[in-house]
């Protein structure tokens, strides 16, 4: 039976409000008609497919309104033979919006090529981002989503350091030592006072150290590495006695637990996070899997 990956938008987009009598004109060029604006935004996804490797053709359109289309992606996953499908769907109307869903057992790159249409998406000359905030309305508004957008991305990382320049030795990621190194490195970007094997209190007659504590933002980020012997039951027995520590811990508010999966060995990821993320007697749960 086909999953169904949760639906993924692009940020919504005004179209350029009117300007005032006597300012200065924007640069910002016309956006076309209805039709031009959907037959534009259909050639980016398709385009932008292929040029990633993927078939793709467009496989329903509205061409009495020019509001929506649908189109479908396909592709063999290299080193698996396995076939990975979805669709995009193009909403075209006062705001514009483009989701894309899994229609096949896996969805191994469809998030990759989800971002290169996002990349290309803001690239259009008539494209303008809603705003409501200045510069800074566009970044994640908590450390908690800043956070998860850097775990959510951290296979890229990875992946990124098997491609070096003139054919170097990549560097490999391998165990979860390994995964904690990179994601130290990954946290001292982005904040100043991070403390990593911090002892927790006692839980069940015995101390565990946490993998990571930003001190000032009360925040613990636990990983985990699935494996053929840590799968969705062992991985959640083994969340839910670290939540139960955390709970004590003074500097503790909220709780990121980190599953990396390189290996595709969490078999409903969605599931897992969907259980354990909540609020657990005041403690602040997210669950993060992150398969390829």
Same mark, same amino acid.
């Not at 403690?283 to 993060?288: A, G, M, Q, T, Y």
């Given at each position: $039976? &086909?999953? *169904? &990956? ?23 060029? #016309? ?30 359109? %509205? +061409? +009495? +309104? =020019? ?20 669709? !995009?769907?193009?909403?075209? %109307?006062? *705001? ?8 096949? !057992? ?14 290309? !998406? ?13 510069? +800074?309305?566009?970044?994640? /508004?908590? %450390?908690?989503? @800043? ?6 991305? =951290? ?35 982005? !904040? %100043? ?10 839980? &069940? ?6 993998? =990571? ?12 590495? /699935?494996?053929?012997? @840590? ?8 969340? $839910? ?11 503790? #508010? ?15 990821? &969605? ?10 007697? #005041?403690?602040?749960? #997210? ?6």
């Amino acid at each position: $039976m &086909a999953s *169904k &990956a949760k639906p993924k938008s692009l940020p919504l987009v005004e179209d350029q409000p009117p300007r005032k009598v006597g300012s200065k004109p924007t640069h910002q060029a #016309k956006a076309p008609d209805k039709k031009g604006r959907l037959q534009e935004l259909t050639s980016l996804v398709t385009d932008t497919a292929k040029a990633k490797g993927w078939d793709a053709y467009t496989a329903a359109k %509205d +061409n +009495n +309104n =020019f509001k929506y289309a649908t189109v479908a992606v396909s592709r063999t996953t290299p080193n698996t033979y396995q076939q990975v499908t979805g669709t !995009f769907e193009i909403t075209c %109307d006062e *705001k514009i919006k483009i989701t894309y869903h899994t229609t096949s !057992f896996n969805s191994w790159g469809l998030e990759d090529l989800y971002d290169a249409i996002s990349n290309e !998406f803001w690239n259009l000359p008539w494209v303008k981002k809603k705003t409501t905030g200045g510069e +800074n309305s566009t970044k994640p /508004a908590t %450390d908690v989503a @800043l956070l998860e957008r850097l775990l959510r991305r =951290f296979h890229r990382s990875v992946r990124q350091l098997k491609h070096r320049y003139a054919d170097r030795p990549a560097l490999a990621i391998e165990d979860e030592y390994d995964v904690q190194d990179l994601l130290h490195a990954m946290l001292r970007s982005l !904040f %100043d006072d991070i403390r990593p094997e911090e002892y927790t209190p006692s839980y &069940a007659g015995g101390a565990s150290r946490m993998d =990571f504590l930003l001190k000032s933002e009360q925040i613990v980020i636990e990983t985990k590495v /699935a494996s053929s012997s @840590l799968r969705d039951k062992q991985v959640g027995e083994q969340l $839910m006695i670290d939540i139960q520590r955390y709970q004590a811990h003074p500097d503790c #508010k909220r709780l990121l637990c980190f599953v990396y999966d390189p290996h595709g060995n969490i078999r409903n990821p &969605a599931g897992l996070e969907a259980d354990l993320t909540r609020v657990h007697d #005041k403690l602040e749960v #997210k669950v993060i899997v992150v398969s390829p």
